[in-house]
Every structure is written in C-alpha cells, then in structure tokens.
C-alpha cells in the first residue's frame, strides 16, 4: 500500500510560479515509476511530467522548458516546480506512483493522490 499526499496547488497570476509536492508513504519501496498528472474541466487526466525509479524523466511537450520534476528520496517527496504558468496550466494536479511487487507472480498497481488545484489567473 502506498499513500501519497499532493500540496502545493493554488492560485497564483500568468507568468508566476509554484511547486506542488508529493509526499508518498508506506510501502514506498515499491514505486518504479512517480509522475504527475492533470485534469481540467471537461478534459481527460493527461501526464504531465514523470519520473523513474532510475532517474529518467519524460515531459509533455506542453510543459517543457517550464516544469521541473524531481525528488528527494530520503523524505520520499517528489516535486513539481511549476514556471512561466499560463492560464492553460489550470487544472487539479494528481502525484502517481506505479508499484510493482515481484512475489510468486507479478503484481502491478497504480496509487493516487486527492489533487490539488493549480488556478493561474489574472
């Protein structure tokens, strides 16, 4: 089981910045893959940055240059430094994190936070 907690969100003007954080906990030795996605009104939850177990990292186009995703593994939080925000960037943030468990057979899952909502506006 793996618990993750997003902060971070609020409403902040075009051209402004923010960091979200995901604080994840339990079985934390599990996660492969940690990542954010977003959803705005009327859209589908698309990602938004992600990162592995390894180190590597992935962005969506619409995002890069200005999101910034990392961690820091001994608190077991990973960020989001949000610049350059535009009015498009409104949204709920969702942290994810993958698991997989390798026991007798191999199990995957996926575990989600509660959002935080990311308003930029003037």
């Known amino acids: ?3 993750l ?3 971070g969100g609020g409403l902040v003007q075009p051209g402004g910045s923010l ?3 995901c604080a994840a906990s339990g079985s934390t030795f ?5 990542g954010w996605y977003r959803q705005a009104p009327g859209n589908t939850r698309e990602l938004v940055a992600a990162m592995s177990s390894a180190g590597s990292t992935n962005y969506a186009n ?3 240059g200005r999101f910034t995703i990392s961690r820091d593994n001994a ?3 990973m960020y989001l430094q949000m ?3 535009k009015p498009e960037d409104t949204a709920v943030y969702y942290c994810n994190a993958h698991t997989i468990v390798v026991h007798t057979t191999i199990q995957e899952k996926d575990y989600w936070g509660q ?3 990311v308003t930029v506006s003037s």
């Open 1 to 3: 089981q793996v618990q």
């Open 75 to 77: 608190k077991n939080t």
């Open 115 to 117: 959002g935080t909502q």
């Open 19 to 21: 960091r979200l954080s």
């Open 62 to 64: 619409s995002v890069k």
């Open 5 to 7: 907690v997003e902060s």
């Open 30 to 34: 599990s996660i492969n893959i940690m």
């Open 83 to 85: 610049n350059s925000l």
